[in-house]
């Protein structure tokens, strides 16, 4: 949800006179009820996370660019939506997988449609061997899609995708641009 461009109040000139008046108040005071919350809800934000029901639940899942099955010690999350700008939180770890070659994390909202991959975030790994020459991995929010794709880097070294891991634990954080109306 976005905040609205322009404001649309009722106009008196509609109203003439006695309860006509009256109703222009009510009427206009509805109107700008309804602006102050749109105005509050996008300041605010929206939380999920995997204690909410319906849905408002965010549970951080992993897959790979070959679909599989992870087995879970746990998964937990939080989604912060603030207009279109949209935060993630989670500590996820796995004991084992179907999944094959690139690990990626499902993301709760889809991302902008982007020019390269301007979106990046942190992670702290446990139990997860980043490859040849790479010492850390980040999360980068891939354009026009709900992925959040793993990224082994390191100094001097080639940032690749993360080939998935037969297990390992991944904390993370990582801010993007949404789009409107999801």
Do not use: C
Not at 155 to 179: D, M
């Amino acid at each position: 949800m976005t905040l609205p461009l322009d404001l649309d109040l009722p106009l008196s000139i509609n109203y003439t006179e006695g309860a006509d008046v009256e109703r222009y108040l009510k009427d206009l005071v509805f109107e700008l009820q309804g602006m102050y919350n749109n105005i509050t809800d996008n300041v605010n934000g929206f939380i999920r996370n995997n204690e909410e029901v319906d849905q408002a639940k965010w549970i951080p899942t992993l897959s790979g660019t070959t679909a599989g099955v992870f087995t879970y010690d746990h998964q937990i999350g939080w989604s912060i939506r603030q207009g279109i700008f949209t935060q993630i939180y989670f500590d996820v770890k796995w004991s084992a997988t179907t999944a094959l070659n690139n690990l990626y994390v499902e993301l709760p909202y889809k991302v902008t449609l982007s020019d390269q991959k301007p979106f990046m975030g942190v992670l702290q790994p446990s139990g997860v061997n980043f490859g040849a020459g790479n010492t850390n991995l980040v999360i980068n929010a891939i354009p026009d899609t709900y992925r959040g794709e793993i990224w082994a880097i390191g100094s001097g070294a080639v940032t690749a995708n993360l080939a998935i891991p037969a297990s390992g634990q991944l904390i993370g954080h990582l801010t993007y641009i949404g789009i409107e109306g999801e």
